[in-house]
């Protein structure tokens, strides 16, 4: 017994470390409201706010997508359209992205978001950032976070600007999970040598709850609230501070 016992510590010391991931959902987890629309008006104002008049030229789309015969990919692309136009060039939309990071750090991220991935950034964890918005403003604001890794919805550049085209799936729901997964493949990180944390406010993100290893309901949906309340996972609510 007591050489099964010293085996299975001589086991335990010459086993790598797990990766200690902490992924963060963003809209209405780390920011009070949602990120794509507020960018998109923030954008055209700076930009272009005549492109605001064009903003009645949504509703046929809208309207399919609320019936669900439209995909939210394709609601999305033609907001962008709308208020960025077909083809933006590549430094306008670095700074305009830049911009938008900069008011959302100053203005629009709950504090307590901050100050926790502070502090799991010094217990040594790695700090994700998992979310459907656009990779390119996303990426904006990680940096200025600090946060080295994202997982957004991919952004498309033809000739050095930007266009409308979401490239590949929406990173939502279940994609979301798919990407997490690719993620951990790219950084040569065994999937049961991961330790992961996810953060989010809404049950759309169940696959990737499901995955990880301590999820938390942050802000959450009525839905995610009763889920979490009945799986027993922490909630923390910050809209009411």
């Known amino acids: 017994m007591a050489q099964n016992q010293t085996n299975r510590a001589a086991a335990r010391a010459i086993e790598p470390p797990r990766a200690l991931l902490s992924v963060f959902d963003l809209d209405r987890t780390l920011s009070i409201l949602p990120t794509y629309t507020p960018f998109l008006f923030f954008a055209a104002r700076k930009r272009a706010p005549w492109r605001l008049l064009l903003v009645p030229l949504l509703l046929p789309v809208a309207l399919l997508y609320a019936l669900k015969l439209v995909p939210r ?118 999937p049961d040598a991961a330790h992961i944390r996810f953060y989010s406010d809404h049950v759309s993100d169940l696959p990737v709850f499901e995955r990880c290893d301590e999820p938390h309901a942050v802000n959450p949906s009525p839905r995610l609230r009763a889920l979490a309340a009945e799986r027993g996972w922490p909630i923390l609510d910050w809209r009411k501070r």
Not at 100 to 112: D, N, Q, W
């Open 73 to 190: 990919r394709t609601m999305k692309q033609a907001m962008h359209w709308i208020a960025l136009g077909g083809a933006l060039p590549e430094r306008d939309a670095a700074r305009i992205a830049d911009r938008f990071a900069r008011h959302l750090v100053e203005r629009g991220l709950y504090a307590e978001g901050l100050d926790l991935i502070e502090a799991e950034r010094k217990a040594g964890r790695r700090v994700i950032l998992a979310t459907a918005a656009p990779h390119f403003y996303t990426a904006a604001l990680a940096r200025r976070l600090g946060i080295a890794d994202v997982i957004a919805s991919a952004s498309s550049w033809k000739d050095g600007c930007l266009v409308p085209t979401i490239r590949g799936a929406n990173c939502y729901g279940a994609d979301k999970c798919h990407r997490l997964e690719a993620f951990l493949e790219q950084a040569g990180i065994a």
